[in-house]
């Protein structure tokens, strides 16, 4: 079956512009995670989904970011006003159920750079 | 303190080298990932463990849960194995199972 699949792969956005990331998980995981990887760095957490529950937006650098998932299935990642700091790949990843011990799958990711 | 430390950062090597990646973390878990991440993005989960050590292929990974480390082995080392390889972990007690990552270790293998 078909992977995690994430849209646009790449994406330049002058800085103050709005942005929208999307993000389509396995059919039928539950669990839904996006990460933000910036160049040479490891990827680190930005929100968890359990189905349409955002259930943790920790991880999120700014009140500029907003992510949302309405029917547990598509989550869409939304970065408004851009600034150059935001530039970075952004990874969705989603797992059946309850990732603690389950395997996530990642999408190909967006590279976001902002101009 | 990063909660994940991966070594080396940068790895070079011959072509049917063996190859030892090591992590350490700082921080109780509920399991340890070893991911690999090719030129473009693309992650892919080679390992999940909590105990013990598990094989695939060419590819080893062990675990030493008092010592809080883990290795990943590579035996005869091939071209198509150049990648970035990422650790990272659950934390114990964590209820939704985000992953916490080291930087990563940049494979290399010459031909």
Known sequence: GAGVSQSPRYKVAKRGQDVALRCDPISGHVSLFWYQQALGQGPEFLT???????????????????????????????????????????????????????????????????? | KNEVEQSPQNLTAQEGEFITINCSYSVGISALHWLQQHPGGGIVS??????????????????????????????????RDSAVYICAVTLRGGSQGNLIFGKGTKLSVKP
């Open chain 2, 46 to 79: 080679l390992f999940m463990l909590s105990s013990g050590k598990k094989k695939h292929g060419r590819l080893i990974a062990t675990i030493n849960i008092q010592e809080k480390h883990s290795s990943l082995h590579i035996t005869a080392s091939h071209p």
């Open chain 1, 48 to 115: 968890y989904f359990q189905n349409e529950a955002q259930l943790d937006k920790s991880g999120l650098p700014s009140d500029r970011f907003f992510a949302e998932r309405p029917e547990g299935s598509v989550s869409t990642l939304k970065i408004q006003r851009t600034q150059q700091e935001d530039s970075a790949v952004y990874l969705c990843a989603s797992s059946f159920w309850g990732a603690i011990y389950n395997e996530q799958f990642f999408g190909p990711g967006t590279r976001l750079t902002v101009l």
